[in-house]
């Protein structure tokens, strides 16, 4: 078997790839500190043919495993040096398992967008299935750059495009603590640590490892303790700082440059403060090797770490493991990964704040004995329990379970819908209910190919011109009953559907009506609409903005369709509008964001189509004077995710009895704002990935299929006496016989409905053949 197999590349890749674009270009940007001021137009003139080395060399890592890749062999790809490796992996082979780590901060999306390759680095790092990072921070970083680069949703679990989840999740890394903790005991490390406990007696040692990165803030931390010295003289020689700063891409011009202005600081400092026997600073250019270091960790009584940004920063881990019997104090960057999980014993500083730091260098060599005591016993107790094996044994877990849910995915997605069966049921049936949705699904399809060119087209959806004749025949058939539910407004489905006998149920069935009678609501009473008017700007600004786009104001939602604009500008705009919507003015209320595949939507938690059915449904047998329950359901839609949940409402166990309240007759439905606001829902946030969602409270309808007697179909509270009148009018009007029920979802692949059917087109056949009977 073999340990470690070399990629072998040649020095201009090396020096394209690993000097330009990784450490020159990625470095820099993901640790904020922007590109090199100096070189910044070389820099970025030399851009594309540093990302062509960069995917060059990460293509022949990509041939080297492949090489070597046997089946059932996870493959864990490492930082920001292979950002494109989990694209080449799965291109040639789907079924690896790919996982894939970054060791860096990522950064705010601001940042990200910058970059010239910032959508090629996404897709190809969600071509894995899982990604991870340090910290939540950074993997939230990653899920909105996505969703504000690429447009693809976030979700709880990680990203998800054309149904397909990659993963995002944080693992923050941990050491071999019992590597440090016996190394101290080696015999080799005591000599060692005997040695400089005399060399440095009757001092305070104070210890600062890094690489000599721009990241690591050593000019900070070497300023910061100047002032330190400065402000406290009877501290000068009482206490020495050593810093060893550990060589590294010394190739690259930026780490050249910054090696002279440390020897520069640290020669100043120390002609300031020292004497002829005696310095403040030891400077050390270069590398320790392991017992050597875990010495000097031992004997250190403060570890000054200021990194500007840093991932994590080990060094802090480290020292904690080697502290337990000293117990010193650590300094620590709020900047560093290892801020979140040290936290609690160390002092955090800003490393931009000199005075803050040298005020903490003070606090630490002052700190009592005590206070050391209780600080060390926090971090001790997370760095031997968070380790680096427990770090990569869980990585290695969540990638083979994320493996195996997307599998399970996969194989959930629903067959086509069996027409065949459908319209033979169909016809075999006594009492059938047809519920059709409108946008998309019986409408002509429109042309979104996003040609800009393409501005002029039709902006109103119309009836399907193939469907009218079928339409007709199904309604005219006393058998079926038909129900058109859609977002769209009454006055949209009016002009459609008039001249149809069939029920119409506009705005997600908040109102009602049989094309012979009038509206009627069937609103819930207590919807809280506040959050209208503050949401009513940022619609219409983003309207006024977005040519040929649309804001509607209804009753009981807002929605910004930009079906008409230019698809890619509005694209853009909707990724805006709903980082805005998300982050600022209804982060509290009780709403949902629904984001559709053209539109941007906001609604109270709980108006749903499938939370409308049940009333629906309650009116239109009691005004049917229905005699035989309804055999047959068909439930066919382009619905946006919330709206599924009408395809769910006859499954799994399907409800026998049905809602017999009456609706409220309307004369034409009322603006939001002329509603009385009811008291607001409280509102939850349901987690740091899923800003869009909110954990829906309970829904203003109750659930039909909570229990055998469904009384309850409406949020208006009914008197004692009412209810008892319910309950008797009560009676089973669903007999489906579990498969005489085809739900379809149209367009969409990722449903909760149990059939699929491709387009309009081809619902417009369907139709026509239950029409015809063939
Ligand atoms: O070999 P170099 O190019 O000189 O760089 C050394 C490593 O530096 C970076 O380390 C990061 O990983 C640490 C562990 O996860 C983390 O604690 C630290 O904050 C990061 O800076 C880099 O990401 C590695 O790839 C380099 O090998
Ligand atoms: O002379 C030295 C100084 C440091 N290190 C190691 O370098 C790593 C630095 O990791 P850290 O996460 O602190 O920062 P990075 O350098 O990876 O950005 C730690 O494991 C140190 O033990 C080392 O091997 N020899």
């Known amino acids: 078997m073999q340990w470690c197999i070399p990629v072998f590349l040649d020095e201009e890749i090396v020096h394209q790839y690993y000097n330009g674009y990784c450490n020159n270009i990625l470095w820099p940007l993901f640790h904020y500190l922007g590109l090199p001021q100096e070189d910044r137009l070389a820099t970025t003139r030399s851009f594309q043919s540093q990302f062509a080395a960069y995917k060059k060399a990460n293509q022949m890592f990509a041939d080297v495993v492949n090489m070597h890749y046997e089946e059932g062999d996870v493959v864990w790809c490492h930082d920001y040096h292979l950002m494109y490796l989990p694209e080449c992996l799965k291109n040639h082979n789907n079924n690896m398992k790919v996982g894939w780590f970054l060791h860096t901060p990522f950064p705010s999306s601001e940042i990200h967008r910058t970059l010239p390759s910032r959508s090629e680095l996404l897709r190809s790092v969600l071509a894995a299935d899982l990604v991870g990072f340090h910290t939540y921070d950074y993997a939230r970083h990653f899920v909105s750059a996505c969703t504000r680069i690429l447009g693809i949703e976030g979700t709880p679990e990680g990203v998800e495009d054309q149904g397909r989840l990659t993963r995002v999740a944080a693992f923050p890394i ?38 000599l990165d721009m990241i690591k803030g050593i000019p900070q931390k070497i300023l ?30 930026e780490y050249q440059k910054l090696t002279s202005q440390v020897h520069e600081i640290v020669g100043r400092i120390n002609g300031r403060f020292g004497s002829l026997t005696a310095v403040p600073i030891h400077h050390l250019d270069r590398s320790l090797d392991f017992h050597a270091l875990c010495a000097l960790y031992a004997v250190t009584d403060v570890a000054l770490v200021t990194s500007l940004r840093d991932g994590m920063n080990l060094v802090s881990y480290e020292f904690v493991a080697c502290q337990e019997a000293k117990k010193g104090v650590l300094i620590l960057s709020e900047f560093a990964g290892a801020a979140q999980s040290l936290g609690a014993g160390a002092i955090l500083v800003n490393p931009w704040n000199i005075t803050e730091v040298a005020a903490s260098i003070a606090q630490a060599l002052n700190m009592s004995a005590e206070e050391r005591e209780k600080r060390h016993q926090h971090n001790f107790h997370h760095v031997t329990k968070h380790t680096a094996q427990e770090w990569a044994e869980m990585f290695v877990s969540e990638l083979n379970d994320t493996v195996v849910e997307a599998q399970l995915r996969t194989s959930k997605e629903p067959p086509e819908l069996p027409q065949n069966d459908a319209v033979e049921r169909y016809l075999l049936s006594g009492n059938r209910l047809l519920i059709l949705g409108f946008n998309s699904t019986l409408t002509e399809p429109v042309d979104t190919s996003g040609n800009r060119s393409d501005q002029i087209r039709e902006k109103n959806p119309n009836l399907h011109p193939e469907l009218k004749e079928h339409l007709t025949a199904l309604c005219n058939d006393k058998k079926t009953t038909i129900v058109v539910l859609s977002g769209s407004k009454s006055e949209v489905l009016d ?4 001249e149809y006998d069939m029920w119409l149920a506009a705005e997600n069935g908040m109102f009602l009506r049989h094309t012979k009678g009038d509206w009627m609501t069937t609103m819930p009473e207590h919807l809280n609409m506040e959050w209208v008017d503050s949401l009513k700007h940022v619609f219409e600004y983003f309207t006024e903005r977005t040519p040929r786009s649309e804001f509607e104001i209804r009753t009981t939602s807002l929605v910004w369709n930009y079906k008409y604009a230019d698809v890619e500008f509005g ?77 769910t409402f006859f499954e799994p166990e399907l409800p026998s009895d049905v809602n017999m309240a009456k609706c409220k007759p309307i004369d034409a439905p009322k603006l939001p704002t002329e509603k009385k606001a009811p008291s607001k829902l409280p509102a939850t946030k349901s987690g740091p990935k899923s800003s869009q969602t909110k954990t829906p409270k309970p829904s203003p309808a109750p659930d039909k299929r909570t229990g055998n007697n469904h009384s309850g179909g409406s949020s208006r509270r009914a008197s004692p006496e009412k209810v008892k009148e319910k309950e008797k009018m009560a009676w089973s009007v669903l007999d489906l016989k579990g498969d005489n029920y085809f739900s379809c979802a149209v367009g969409r692949k990722r449903t909760s409905a149990r059939y699929l059917l491709g387009s309009s087109d081809d619902v417009v056949s369907f139709l026509s053949r239950l029409a015809k009977g063939t």
């Open 224 to 253: 910061a303790f100047e002032k330190f010295l400065e402000e406290n003289p009877n501290w000068r020689d009482k206490v020495v700082l050593l810093q060893i700063a550990v060589p590294t891409r010394t190739d690259v011009p």
């Open 571 to 647: 694209r853009l705009q909707a990724r805006d509008m709903l980082q805005h919507l998300w982050t600022g003015p209804i982060s509290n209320a009780s709403v949902d964001v629904v984001q559709g595949s053209r539109s941007v939507e906001v609604r109270p938690v709980g108006v749903t189509k499938g939370a409308a059915i049940d009333r629906i449904l309650g009116e239109i047998v009691h005004n049917t004077s229905m005699t035989t329950p309804i055999d047959y359901v068909l439930c066919v839609g382009h619905f946006l995710g919330k709206d599924e949940d009408v395809y």
């Open 495 to 498: 002009k459609n559907f008039a």
């Open 174 to 211: 941990g050491i071999d603590s019992l590597r440090f903790q016996n190394a101290l005991l080696v015999p080799q490390v005591q000599e060692h640590i005997k040695e400089l406990k005399e060399r440095f007696s009757g001092r305070k040692v104070m210890l600062g490892v890094d690489r």
